[in-house]
Nanobody, 117 residues
């Protein structure tokens, strides 16, 4: 199982950019699908972006064209580049590592992103 630590959150004005990073420790990072989720106050946690071990990416409709997920297996890192940020992107962003066989599912502690209007 991997352990995850997010960084890069903060306060930014609408239209600005942030890059979130997620550092993974433990073995087998390259075998995991990596995901970014977010949870806004009073709302359910939602999947924002994902990247498979084969680097296939997928995005929520709300962030398509604005966010980009990437991974660096040599550094055990996954990133979320967020551009053209909107106030509705305000949330705690969580990094998630998921693998089916053998099963493993890990979460980071989250990083706060606040977008002011």
């Amino acid at each position: 199982q991997v352990q995850l630590v997010e960084s890069g959150g903060g306060l930014v004005q609408a239209g600005g950019s942030l890059r979130l990073s997620c550092a993974a420790s433990g073995s087998g990072f390259g075998t995991y699908a990596m995901n970014w989720y977010r949870q806004a106050p009073g709302k359910q946690r939602e999947l924002v972006a994902s990247i498979t071990s084969g680097r296939i990416t997928n995005y929520a409709d709300s962030v398509k064209g604005r966010f980009t997920i990437s991974r660096d297996n040599a550094k055990n890192m996954v990133y979320l580049q967020m551009n053209s940020l909107k106030p509705e992107d305000t949330a705690v962003y969580y990094c998630n590592a998921n693998r089916g066989v053998p099963y493993s599912n890990s979460w980071g502690q989250g990083t706060q992103v606040t977008v002011s209007s």
